[in-house]
């Protein structure tokens, strides 16, 4: 957020009490918000929030896990190495055993989000993982949590964050300038519920 522009960060909690249609996007979230201005302030309300978006006044991010940020898109060139170092320090923390050394990196490059105290910049999924394998970083500071061969089965949950359920159901596209539904436009959307409790953190 540009600071030179006098603009101020926001966290705004949210707590769903019910499913959506869809998973929750920062696009759809601005979208909703143009349809409220329009209604409350009319062109006039949703073109002010354009104007300060395409100004870099205005920035809205997904919603994320409470107390989580997401992993950034990894540099292949920089991981091979990453991966190589984290996977020589799994076999020295394994007993020297290799085998199980796939499936932990496999399941490594789907994390998603880790905790905001552990996240900085130019952290990577490799980088991560060696963190965690060194024990710098424990089950429940990452999204989705990773279990160590030599941790026991059921280990703390820590901050884990029990993950959405997603469900599936017909959808028809309205026309907005009709208000009436679109031709050939029924089609299968997918949805999100999630656990009872659950905060979601979004960045203003």
């Known amino acids: 957020m540009g600071c030179d522009m006098g603009v101020k960060d926001y966290k705004v909690a949210l707590m769903p009490s019910g499913p959506f249609s869809h998973p929750l996007r920062a696009d759809i979230l601005a979208g909703h918000l143009c349809w409220y201005l329009a209604h409350a302030e009319g062109e006039e309300g949703v073109a002010r929030l ?3 978006a395409e100004g870099g006044e205005f920035r809205l991010s997904d919603p994320f896990p409470e107390g989580f940020l997401p ?4 540099d292949p060139g920089e991981c091979a190495r990453l991966f190589q170092e984290a996977e ?16 932990i990196r496999k399941r490594a490059r789907k994390l998603a989000f880790l905790s905001k105290d552990k996240w900085r910049v130019g ?7 060696l963190e965690r394998i060194k024990g710098n970083l424990g089950p429940g500071d990452l999204l989705p949590s990773l279990r160590l061969p030599w941790e026991k089965k059921d280990p703390a949950p820590g901050r884990a964050v029990a993950a959405p359920e997603e ?7 309205i026309n907005r300038l009709t208000d009436g539904a ?4 029924l089609h299968e959307r997918v949805g999100v519920a999630y656990p009872e409790g659950t905060r979601l953190d979004l960045y203003v």
């Open 167 to 173: 469900w599936t159901s017909l959808h028809t596209a």
């Open 123 to 129: 952290i990577s999924r490799p980088a991560v993982l």
């Open 182 to 185: 679109e031709n050939a436009a």
């Open 50 to 52: 354009i104007e300060a």
């Open 71 to 74: 992993l950034p898109v990894d």
């Open 88 to 103: 020589e320090e799994f076999v020295k923390k394994n007993s020297g055993v290799r085998s199980e050394w796939v499936s």
